[in-house]
């Protein structure tokens, strides 16, 4: 029996920065990020006999990172990731496949006497994904968001499912439906710049991604967040050119109606138990018939 390597690769992970930029002296622009980076190639010396010529340290990675980091202006992160990406390949003859992961954190501005603070920021809710894979067998680009809470009132109910001795849950025609939304987009390959399938402008396909995502969920009349996960990657598709496929994460936050009788008080449907586990989490792909597959090394979210 032989015993050979594996698949392998290695990396720096959550390189944490935040880039200023000063327009004037007073009026500023803010990005905060956290980007890894995960490098593949003739890397086999390295693990089966110590040698470290073809090894670029993580180190190296952080400062690439920090370097690359003083564009100007620092680019979408879609585009900053490409940029990563193609560094290490090129740079690095060891080296065949990169793969970047970029996550932003989004920053509002503090309303000030006259207007949004030009300088003083408060953290938003949610946060922004980008994904590169560039290799021998092309490059790609996935967006996304994470962590953006969403909830319906009313709109959405849950009945019909499969009951047996173990089934204590009540069917609804009413109930609240909430979820934090994880979603991730694949953009087509063969269009752009040198591959990556790159939008004429990524920060406007992002917020026609995510406005389309978010209406979809308010507007569906949802009869299991199934349904509505499904309806949601296909307006995404039919809405927008770019993407090719997309991936979502919805789980099931729970609004439990409280039984108020023994108070000698009617709930009528307007105070809930809020657990935070269990719950239900729905996870499911939408995507064109005819998209090529996926690069095996993707980094979705």
């Not at 622009?29 to 890894?36: F, K, T």
């Not at 006999?49 to 979408?76: C, I, K, S, W």
């Not at 995502?213 to 996960?229: C, D, G, I, K």
Request: aromatic share 8%; proline share 6%.
């Amino acid at each position: 029996m032989a015993i050979v390597l594996g698949p392998n690769r290695y990396g720096k992970a959550e390189v944490r920065l935040v880039r200023v930029t000063r327009t004037t002296a007073t009026e500023h622009e803010m990005a905060d990020l956290n980007v890894s980076v995960s490098l593949s190639g003739d890397l086999a010396d390295t693990h089966l006999r110590g040698d470290n010529a073809h090894v670029v340290p993580t180190d190296t990675m952080r400062a690439v990172v920090y370097a690359f980091a003083q564009d100007e202006p620092l680019p979408a992160i879609e585009a900053f990731g490409l940029r990563l990406a193609r560094h290490f390949v090129d740079a690095y003859t060891p080296i065949d496949t990169a793969r970047v992961r970029v996550r932003e954190y989004p920053w509002i501005r503090v309303p000030g006497t006259h207007g949004p603070h030009p300088h003083a920021w408060t953290r938003a809710a949610g946060s922004r994904y980008a994904g590169v894979v560039h290799g021998p067998a092309g490059t790609e680009v996935c967006s996304g968001l994470a962590d953006v809470t969403v909830l319906k009132s009313t709109g959405s109910e849950f009945h019909g499912f499969l009951t047996d001795r173990y089934t204590t849950l009540a069917p609804t025609r009413d109930r609240v439906l909430a979820t934090s939304v994880h979603a991730c987009w694949r953009h087509r390959r063969d269009e752009g710049d040198e591959g990556g399938g790159t939008p004429t402008d990524w920060d406007a396909s992002f917020g026609a991604t995510r406005d389309t995502l978010l209406r979809t969920f308010a507007e569906t009349h949802s009869l299991s967040l199934q349904q509505t996960l499904y309806t949601m990657g296909e307006a995404v598709l039919t809405e927008r050119g770019e993407p090719v496929e997309v991936r979502l994460e919805l789980p099931n936050k729970h609004h439990l109606p409280v039984d108020l009788d023994a108070f000698g008080l009617h709930n009528a449907g307007e105070v809930y138990q809020v657990p935070d586990r269990p719950y239900g989490l729905i996870e499911g792909t939408v995507l064109r018939d005819d998209a090529a597959p996926a690069l095996a090394d993707l980094p979705w979210q």
